[in-house]
């Protein structure tokens, strides 16, 4: 008993360091990027994030077929040794280059679906993003499989820079679209050589797949989970890209960046850790269900009060982050912070099955949103900018029902243990709202900064004093976790 629970006091801490590291590393990378968009999105026009959205439907389709999978197959896998690594990265390599060719003799016609002739320029020149992923993936993934997350922090802090520069100085040139391409190559590139040096990875590739076949379906599955979350994720710019002006199309994609800032760039980062953490449980056999309890309520203590407060706030929030020309996404940001708290709990479930082995779930959750999302799409697409507002609000509590159902008996979980862990969550966020609303109307104020400073404020002390005067077991068990 005494080895088993310095062991456990040993891996809580390596878990800690990982969090620590991975989505501190996260954060400061988003601040970086986060003050960088902002002072460039003063200096191009929306129809320049709309083209950036066009051509971003095919590299992001694309990318599903990039070998990131099979490169996760090594954090999960018992069996590794420098051979079957190298079976892995020569896959990625013979991947990576047969997309890259393919995106840039596809360019011209993608740039003829959108009617937009500079999406073949634009397509041509990303298709280099391919040739750096071998090169980000398997350094990252075999740090993650050792939770050395210190260094992918470093190297992405600094890619983040790097694109942050880029992105301001040649906006600022008057680049216009290219700017933000530009950026986001020079973060690739920056990222492949800081996690290469980094991680000290030179392992040499091997292109004989003989003995790697457990990799190859593990990787493969996950593989097909991508193809299909990226018929999720993109389907909306697809199917609104013909159907939109640029100008309009541009005020969604902004809005849905802002909306997925947590979902879309501190969720990947616990989950990349959560599953490293779950995978090692696993192998030493212990059960993992009292540990998705403990994310899943870590995680939405944090999701759910700040996307209930940016839908609150949006009308304050736009202006002062964006300028007066930018008021149009108040509705449109409003609108998707709503669905995403739901949204967020439906991510975080995916690494425990497939720390499991059993991603043939996650490829389950993963069809059914690619299927519901575009069809919800495609149904209220006649109501513009708003109706994809309208579909996500269906689509995400959907999805995540269905992900809960199929994930809780496996982990075993019951829906109640669920209800318990998030219900102090619900309450506080509960009367977040009311008085927040209450405020609002109550004290009216002209002044969008002075507004937000008072509803953001409030709604933090609500938020705070209802667990602290309701749930304070919560607060001191949590504290002492992330303290240790």
Known sequence: MPNSDAHDSSFAARVRTAVVWRWGAQVAAQVITWTSTFLVVRLLDPSDYGLFAMSQVVVT????????????????????????????????????????????????????????????????????????IPFIAMPSEWLARKLEFRKQGQANMASALVGAITALFLAWLGWGVWALIYAGLSIFVSRAIGLMWAARFWVMPVFNPKGAWDLVTYGGTLTLCQLFWII???SDVAIAGRILETHDLGLYTQALFLALIVTGRFIPPI??????AYSELHRADKPLGPYFLKTVRLVM??????YIGLALTAQHLIPILMGEK?????????????????????????????????????????????????VMFLWQINDRAMGLVHAWWMSAPLLCAITLTVTLPRVGVTPFALLRAVMPILVACAALIIVVLGVQALVPIESPF???????SVGA??????FWFGYREIVRETWALLRK
């Open 232 to 234: 999720q994720s993109q």
């Open 326 to 374: 930018w008021v149009g996404l108040i509705p449109i940001v409003a609108g998707l912070a709503a669905a995403m708290p739901a949204f967020a709990l439906h991510l975080i479930c995916s690494p425990v099955t497939n720390a499991m082995g059993r991603p043939k779930v996650y490829l389950f959750t993963s069809i059914a949103g690619a299927v519901i999302f575009p």
């Open 271 to 276: 989950n990349e850790v959560a599953l490293a």
């Open 461 to 466: 002390a609500v938020y705070a004093a209802t």
């Open 450 to 456: 002075f507004a937000l400073l008072l509803s953001a």
């Open 61 to 132: 389709a694309l990318a599903f077929l990039n070998g990131q999978s099979f490169a996760t197959s090594i954090v999960q896998t018992k069996r590794i040794d420098d051979r079957r690594i190298g079976q892995v990265f020569g896959m990625l390599l013979i991947a990576n280059i047969m997309l890259s060719a393919l995106q840039f003799l596809f360019a011209p016609y993608a740039a003829a679906y959108f009617e937009e002739p500079l999406v073949a320029e634009l397509l041509r020149v990303q298709a280099a993003i391919f040739l750096t």
């Open 301 to 306: 203590m944090v999701c759910a009060p700040v």
